[in-house]
């Protein structure tokens, strides 16, 4: 029998307070943290409503608004409006919260796709439909529709073989093992530690470069195209693409390898902005940087359209 519920039927939300073991060397809220809340939002909303496990499958273009400093409140509310046969499309908003004053705002919106899966991992089905009940809740179903579409369409451009090419000047590898306590239920990883992971792989190159404080500004869309599980070894490979007055891009790569048998898979990639600030949080400038290879060239190339389209969605979010 397949359930109905209605979008607003779907809400869950979470609390956090902000703690100093949470954050940055400048007081904010540690990027990777924000997003681990995120996927942990998201979790708990579509595992309420598939009624069991979920993985992450997806995550679009996620830009940090506001900075969210020690001692404030995080507020994260995720709903489902649209569900499929195995997937989801999951919405978080979070908000942060001043105690002192009242003042609270968005700090950053998040956009979500989630798959029922059995014990093993594979694809089953939700058992659930969201039924909108009124004008708001038809528009966000029909939103939620379009982005799928656009998911669909990157998860086939990302499942293309990505070419190897030696590492620019800039660059850090760094591997560890899954264990047990990294997994959400069963063997698989649990999306949100991967994800801050990542984060803390992209800051320590740009740390590295700008030789100061950076705060993440923005993570590019994340598609896992592989799962992983306990036991195997998680590569991260980040890389120095592009650097602004500011701002620096760092792209990342996520593989796993299986210590058995050797196999080696993509699971992720995804480019992250992060910028050079002092220890008050205003920006720093950043030592020039000259793109020496013809692998160099390129990617600044492409990073610099990337900027380009990160401004005018970042224009349009506030």
Do not use: K
Not at 100 to 111: P, Q, S, V, W
Not at 119 to 126: L, M
Not at 237 to 250: D, Q
């Amino acid at each position: 029998m397949i359930r109905s519920l209605s979008v607003a039927q779907t809400r869950a939300e979470t609390v956090e307070m902000v703690f100093p073991e949470h954050t940055n060397a400048r007081g904010s809220l540690y990027g990777g943290r924000m997003m681990s809340w995120i996927v942990t939002v998201g979790t708990l909303a579509a595992s309420r409503l598939a009624r069991g496990l979920v993985v992450l499958g997806s995550m679009d273009e996620l830009d940090f608004l506001h900075p969210v400093l020690a001692g404030q409140i995080v507020q994260l509310a995720a709903t489902v409006p649209l569900a499929g046969r195995s997937s989801m499309e999951v919405d978080v908003e979070v908000h942060a919260e001043d105690p002192a004053t009242g003042l609270r705002r968005l700090a950053t919106r998040a956009f979500l796709g989630f798959v029922a899966v059995d014990a093993e991992g594979r694809p089953r089905p939700t058992g659930a439909q969201v039924v909108p009940t009124d004008p708001e809740e038809e528009r966000l179903q029909a939103e939620a529709r379009q982005r799928r579409e656009r998911r669909l369409n990157r998860l086939l451009q990302r499942r293309r073989p990505e070419a190897e090419e030696p590492p620019p000047r800039h660059h850090l590898e760094t591997c560890r093992v899954v264990f047990p306590e990294d997994a959400i239920v069963g063997n698989l990883m649990f999306a949100g530690r991967l994800v801050m992971d990542l984060d803390e792989v992209a800051s320590m190159v740009a740390m590295r470069y700008a030789r100061g404080p950076v705060v993440t500004a923005s993570v590019d869309a994340l598609d896992f195209v592989n799962p992983i599980r306990v036991g195997q070894i998680v590569h991260y490979r980040a890389a120095l693409n592009h650097v602004g007055s500011s701002s620096m891009e760092v792209g990342v790569r996520v593989l796993s390898e299986d210590p058995l048998s050797g196999e080696v898979r993509h699971t992720c990639s995804t480019f992250v902005t992060l910028v050079h600030t002092d220890f008050a949080g205003r920006p720093r400038p950043l030592p020039p940087y000259q793109p020496q290879t013809e692998a160099e060239r390129r990617r600044w190339e492409q990073a610099e359209q990337r900027r380009q389209s990160r401004r005018a969605r970042i224009r349009s979010a506030r």
